[in-house]
């Protein structure tokens, strides 16, 4: 049986990577991008490395809104949550990010739940501690 999985900024470095290994495992992969016009780079960079882009699909939802993340894990079986505020400035204070990052992650963890996903792997990178490391080298 064929999975559908849910890759939550499908359009990031990692998430791209990990979209990419899925669609090569034979998964159904649905990525959520912030704005429609993502979708087409992301579908050229997977394609472009060997994914099968007939299995992928996209759902527009952002981690500052609730709509959109129903449709998203509608019919998945699992969740990546890759997702996560990443600002082009450093941000003042060094917990500015995380009211925005923990709202995301619970309206993900929310809408997998109701949709009686399986299983939720939620993802970070070094970015997480890049702020708080710059803040305190400062």
């Known amino acids: 049986m064929i999975e559908t999985v849910l ?10 990577h990990v979209a990419l290994e899925l669609l090569k495992q034979g998964h159904n992969v649905r990525g959520t991008v912030r704005s429609p016009n993502r979708a087409d780079s992301v579908r050229k960079t997977l394609a472009a490395h060997g994914g099968d882009v007939g299995r992928l699909s996209f759902v527009v939802a952002d981690l500052n809104r609730d709509e959109g993340w129903q449709d998203a894990v509608a019919g998945c079986r699992y969740v990546q949550h890759i997702a996560s505020p990443f600002p082009l400035q450093q941000p003042r ?3 500015d990010l995380v009211p925005a990052a923990r709202q995301g992650a ?9 949709a009686g996903a399986e299983r939720v792997v939620m993802t970070s990178s070094m970015v997480a501690m890049m702020y ?3 803040l305190y080298t400062s």
Not at 106 to 114: I, M, Y
């Open 7 to 16: 890759v939550t900024g499908i359009s990031g470095f990692i998430a791209k």
């Open 132 to 134: 708080r490391c710059l």
């Open 106 to 114: 619970l309206r993900v963890l929310a809408a997998a739940k109701a």
């Open 93 to 95: 204070g060094r917990e």
